[in-house]
T-cell receptor, first 113, second 119 residues
Framework: EADIYQTPRYLVIGTGKKITLECSQT?????MYWYQQDPGMELHLIHY???????EKGDLSSESTVSRIRTEHFPLTLESARPSHTSQYLC????????????FGNGTRLTVT | AQKVTQAQTEISVVEKEDVTLDCVYE???????LFWYKQPPSGELVFLIR??????QNEISGRYSWNFQKSTSSFNFTITASQVVDSAVYFC????????????????FGQGTILTVHP
């Protein structure tokens, strides 16, 4: 059973606000990921990290930023939310490299009005 | 670049029917990994199975079975005697090992298939 937690579960916020989506895992995994899921279901990698103090941008360009100060914590921040940021954001972690399955959190459904 | 295609956007079946979800992939790597995930209405993606590129053995787990064929670059998923609880979105995904096996485990997902099982 994976132990990865995302908060908040749902967030409705006005345009221009700064928001931080939280993601924590208790498994000691080095690798963590943020995926953005469209209403049309497709999942796109927007950020990943392979350890403390390392972050990389994913395949889909995003205005969000991430940080990895502690192994267990991988928050995502939007400095100024816009309606185009409305989406579901899924955090995941994995133990090793390409062959390790990802363990996902429940996601944060963000709506920007 | 790697790519995963799930041509079936939605499938609707009646309980106890068998259903197969198709997945076709593209990759230039000789070493890669294929996955299936289930996303129930709660939103969390649940890992179902992993296959590596050197293992073409089909696998059966209860009502689930997977057919991996490198010759056609396909990794299809069959649910036998479907149940209402199988209703979910199913994703096929690919991870490349990369040069020297240095991949960071980035998954490329297919578009997903919505499966609805009616009572």
């Amino acid at each position: 059973e994976a132990d990865i937690y995302q908060t908040p579960r749902y967030l409705v916020i006005g345009t221009g606000k700064k928001i931080t989506l939280e993601c924590s895992q208790t498994m000691g995994h080095d690798k963590m990921y943020w995926y953005q899921q469209d209403p049309g279901m497709e999942l796109h990698l927007i950020h990943y990290s392979y350890g403390v103090n390392s972050t990389e941008k994913g395949d889909l360009s995003s205005e969000s930023t991430v940080s990895r100060i502690r192994t267990e914590h991988f928050p995502l921040t939007l400095e100024s939310a816009r309606p185009s940021h409305t989406s579901q954001y899924l955090c995941a972690s994995s133990e090793r490299g390409a062959y390790s399955p990802l363990h996902f959190g429940n996601g944060t459904r963000l709506t920007v009005t | 670049a790697q790519k995963v295609t799930q041509a079936q956007t939605e499938i609707s079946v009646v309980e106890k029917e068998d259903v197969t979800l198709d997945c076709v992939y593209e990759t230039r790597d000789t070493t890669y990994y294929l996955f299936w995930y289930k996303q129930p209405p709660s939103g969390e993606l649940v890992f179902l199975i992993r296959r590596n590129s050197f293992d073409e053995q089909n696998e059966i787990s209860g009502r689930y079975s997977w057919n991996f064929q490198k010759s056609t670059s396909s990794f299809n998923f069959t649910i036998t005697a479907s149940q209402v609880v199988d209703s979910a979105v199913y994703f096929c995904a690919l991870s490349e090992a990369g040069a020297g096996g240095t991949s960071y485990g980035k998954l490329t997902f297919g578009q997903g298939t919505i499966l609805t099982v009616h009572p």
